[in-house]
């Protein structure tokens, strides 16, 4: 197992421009996360999937901002007409919830490296 | 809200003792997590305690929880220069998110 991977690693675009990002979650994770980090700061949350269902979005995720895990296994985050604000490390995680596993079992999330964004 | 904070650096001997402290607000946080960021990596799940216990101690590291006061800390045993790194407190308000800190520096001199 290779661990969680994100591609591409760094993302240089110009304001306006859409970006898409990719994550590929340990195999068998039914739960993947999106968290967003700034420098100097700790993830924010951002959206998390159980297997290919969107179950949560956090109010920082504006309407710009799109994700999907249309089999259940990668997943991809889009944010459409880029701003500069929007440069950050965005970070994907995944684990494998079950309703059996105790809950601090069921919050050990596996992070990727990470996309880093820079909106010129 | 949530919030959790913590102290932005700090700066150890190499063979002392860290001690990385960090607060949290949410009572209903049922585990905490201690997580380590280096450059260009991922972070790395560390330990977590479950908030019904006081301590917890994993090798090198030990956690110490007082819930009363909501006070979380992370010691780390005969500091090396390879601890040098980010760490992060986090809590679990959800069964669905971490909310984590704004991360420790932790420098390790020789």
């Known amino acids: 197992d290779t661990g969680v991977s994100q591609d591409p690693r760094h993302k240089i675009t110009k304001r306006g421009q859409n970006v898409t990002f990719r994550c590929d979650p340990i195999?068998?994770?039914?739960?993947l996360y999106w968290y967003r980090q700034t420098l100097g700061q700790g993830p924010e949350f951002l959206t998390y999937?159980?297997?290919?269902?969107?179950?949560?979005k956090s109010r920082l995720l504006s309407d710009r901002f799109s994700a999907e895990r249309p089999k259940g296994s990668f997943s991809t985050l889009e944010i459409q007409r880029t701003e500069q604000g929007d440069s950050a490390m965005y970070l994907c995680?995944?684990?494998?919830?079950?309703?059996?596993?105790?809950?601090?079992?069921?919050?050990?999330?596996?992070f990727g490296p990470g996309t880093r964004l820079t909106v010129l | 809200g949530e919030d959790v904070e913590q102290s932005l650096f700090l700066s150890v001997r190499e063979g002392d003792s860290s001690v990385i402290n960090c607060t949290y607000t949410?009572?209903?946080?049922?585990?905490l997590y201690w997580y380590k960021q280096e450059p260009g990596a991922g972070l790395q799940l560390l330990t977590y305690i479950f908030s019904n216990m006081d301590m917890k101690q994993d090798q090198r590291l030990t956690v110490l929880l007082n819930k009363k006061d909501k006070h979380l800390s992370l010691r780390i045993a005969d500091t090396q220069t390879g601890d040098s790194a980010i760490y992060f407190c986090a809590d679990a308000p959800t069964a669905r998110q971490l909310t984590f800190g704004s991360g420790t520096q932790l420098t390790v001199l020789p």
């Open positions: 949410d009572s209903s946080s049922t585990y």
């Open positions: 999937f159980q297997n290919e269902a969107q179950l949560e």
């Open positions: 195999s068998e994770h039914n739960r």
């Open positions: 995680a995944s684990n494998h919830f079950s309703f059996g596993t105790s809950g601090g079992k069921n919050n050990e999330q596996f």
